[in-house]
């Protein structure tokens, strides 16, 4: 399949996505928390998706739940990938004792692992949803470094980066505006991937029970199905769609970085137009 259509399709879901997060009071039929039919009432023209335990409209709490996903999942890639860019043109343009202390340090954090890290602060913190963010971008994005790093060493030995240097600009000038966009191929490819994970996390803080829980989010929503025996009762209206939100959102995510980074990587292009040769 053409990578230029399998790319639109994924932005279009996210598209949809956002319109549904951002429109979530004039989608919706009722009130997330609205208790506005019998409980576990299969889906019908009053509640499309029917209700849970509590007699909640589930595809109302559904759309809600998309604002939460991808609040968490967007903060937490704008946080990490800003980090790492800053680490990683700081480390690539400085090079020698300077690249090899950021090195070193990214190699430590990056043998924490990060999910675990998570769980334990937001067990111990109970954090809301934009804090969950900034932790996940925090403590994921440095990993972002590393990738940014090798792109910028190359950048750093370029007769254009050194005629620069020669004209007298100041480093801050040259990163700023020299280095950094020629990077913002792979800073956008990273960031796509990382909303894409810190998603998932997101999603799986939910389901553990950790997340906020003041919050209408799909790992919630899936967390209170499982806990309440949808599977062994058989409810699928309740379990099915946030489950497979977060597959359809995860998959649309994943087609936009491939897309993105087949367009924007020369040398994956190049590739690609040989084997089609």
Request: charged share 10%; aromatic share 10%.
């Amino acid at each position: 399949m053409d990578r230029a259509i399998v790319f639109r399709a994924g932005l279009a879901i996210l598209m949809l996505a956002f319109l549904a997060a951002l429109f979530a009071p004039f989608i919706t039929p009722y009130a997330p928390d609205e208790f506005s039919g019998p409980p576990l009432a299969r889906p019908s023209a009053d509640h499309l998706l029917g209700t849970n335990d509590l007699g909640q409209d589930i595809f109302s709490r559904l759309i809600y739940g998309t604002q939460a996903t991808l609040i968490i999942g967007f903060l937490g890639a704008f946080i990490g990938v800003g980090i790492g860019t800053a680490v990683g043109i700081v480390a690539g343009y400085y090079g020698g004792r300077t690249d090899e202390v950021i090195s070193r340090f990214i190699d430590v954090l990056m043998t924490i692992p990060t999910f675990p890290l998570l769980l334990v602060f937001s067990a111990l913190l109970s954090p809301g949803i934009y804090v969950i963010g900034l932790m996940m971008g925090v403590i994921g994005g440095i990993h972002s470094g590393r990738v940014i790093r090798s792109q910028v060493l190359s950048l750093a030995e370029t007769n254009y980066i050194l005629g620069c240097r020669a004209l007298g600009l100041s480093d801050l000038s040259i990163m700023l505006r020299h280095i950094l966009p020629n990077a913002l191929p792979l800073i956008i490819v990273k960031f796509v991937f990382f909303a894409q994970s810190f998603m998932l996390m997101g999603v799986g803080l939910g389901f553990l029970g950790i997340g906020d829980a003041t919050v209408i989010d799909w790992g919630q929503m899936i967390n209170r199905a499982y806990s309440s025996g949808a599977f062994a009762l058989g409810l699928w209206w309740w379990i099915g769609p946030p489950g497979l939100a977060v597959t359809v959102l995860s998959i649309a995510l994943a087609m936009i970085g491939f897309g993105l980074e087949e367009q924007l990587n020369p040398r994956i292009r190049h590739r690609n137009l040989e084997v089609a040769v």
